[in-house]
Nanobody, 123 residues
Framework: QVQLVETGGGLVQAGDSLKLSCAAS????????MGWFRQALGKEREFVAA????????YYADSVKDRFTVSRDNAKNTGYLQMDSLKPEDTAVYYC????????????????WGQGTQVTVSS
């Protein structure tokens, strides 16, 4: 069992940066792929980024590539999403997830989810 808690959301202006954290409980977090997703008001949840258990492979949605950086610190059982050059269209609730049973970019395959943290980017 893995429990996830996201922190770091907030209200920022376009062009600003924000770093989200995902604290995990459970001894097996370090062996699981972790993903970040977001859901804007009235839209479906979408893939943002993912990182394999050892950080060896990173995945990004085209919309955030070159602006967002996913990372993790297994010693701290924590994952991160560094978001730079934020745009108003990045406004959404951001979720971290762990342990996909299928494609890492697929929302439906992750077993564990956090409660989400709101990110609002004003223009």
């Amino acid at each position: 069992q893995v429990q996830l808690v996201e922190t770091g959301g907030g209200l920022v202006q376009a062009g600003d940066s924000l770093k989200l954290s995902c604290a995990a409980s459970g001894r097996t977090f370090s062996s699981r792929t972790m993903g970040w997703f977001r859901q804007a008001l009235g839209k479906e949840r979408e893939f943002v980024a993912a990182i394999t258990w050892n950080g060896g492979t990173l995945y990004y949605a085209d919309s955030v590539k070159d602006r967002f950086t996913v990372s993790r610190d297994n010693a701290k059982n924590t994952g991160y999403l560094q978001m730079d050059s934020l745009k108003p269209e990045d406004t959404a609730v951001y979720y971290c997830a762990a342990d996909p049973l299928g494609p890492r970019t697929d929302t439906g395959t992750y077993r564990y989810w956090g409660q989400g943290t709101q990110v609002t980017v004003s223009s």
